[in-house]
T-cell receptor
């Protein structure tokens, strides 16, 4: 299995621009998670999906952030408009049914820099 | 709510032991442990479930005290490859939160 695939690996953009991060979960996994990691705040859960349906988006910082999962093999996290404080590493992870009992497999992450 | 990890950082010599603690203010369904090396993604180490079931690998063990809502990760006879940041993740009511991490450095 190829694992969780994220793209791009690095993204540099200017303040005000739209940014779209992409994730392909492991085939057969029912749960997909988006995390943001910064030195100040650590690893934060932004949103997670179960069977393509958003379950909890309470971690999404504000309306500038949105996430979609149109099918079982693809998800996007969009920031519009982007701000310098959005600079972070964004991870996508997936797991089998019942994430409490199953391993979360993380993608390599997308390092976002907003200038 | 984010679980609390301690210590924040620890430095060891090869062969020494270390304990990393994780506590929550909420009743826990499970505790997950991950290790992250600099510039890489977190990698699974261990899951501890309410009731005593464990899933893990490597020469790492952990405990889960359900009543105290605490977990500890035990690293024995540390190796250079153990260096990294260790995160505990706690699951309560389908809400997964990670601690701030413990930076472990193993020196020769």
């Amino acid at each position: 299995d190829a694992g969780v695939i994220q793209s791009p690996r690095h993204e540099v953009t200017e303040m005000g621009q739209e940014v779209t991060l992409r994730c392909k979960p492991i085939s057969g996994h029912d749960y997909l998670f988006w995390y943001r990691q910064t030195m100040m705040r650590g690893l934060e859960l932004l949103i997670y999906f179960n069977n393509n349906v958003p379950i909890d988006d309470s971690g999404m910082p504000e309306d500038r952030f949105s996430a979609k999962m149109p099918n079982a093999s693809f998800s996007t996290l969009k920031i519009q408009p982007s701000e310098p404080r959005d600079s972070a590493v964004y991870f996508c992870a997936s797991s089998r049914q019942d994430p409490g009992k199953n391993i979360q497999y993380f993608g390599a992450g997308t390092r976002l820099s907003v200038l | 709510q984010q679980p609390v990890q301690s210590p924040q950082a620890v430095i060891l010599r090869e062969g020494e032991d270390a304990v990393i603690n994780c506590s929550s203010s909420k009743a826990l369904y499970s505790v997950h442990w991950y290790r992250q090396k600099h510039g890489e993604a977190p990698v699974f180490l261990m899951i501890l479930l309410k009731g005593g079931e464990q899933k893990g690998h490597e020469k790492i063990s952990a405990s889960f005290n359900e009543k105290k809502q605490q977990s500890s990760l035990y690293l024995t006879a540390s190796q250079l490859s153990y260096s990294g940041t260790y995160f505990c993740g706690t699951l309560t009511n389908n809400d997964m939160r990670f601690g701030a991490g413990t930076r472990l450095t193993v020196k020769p």
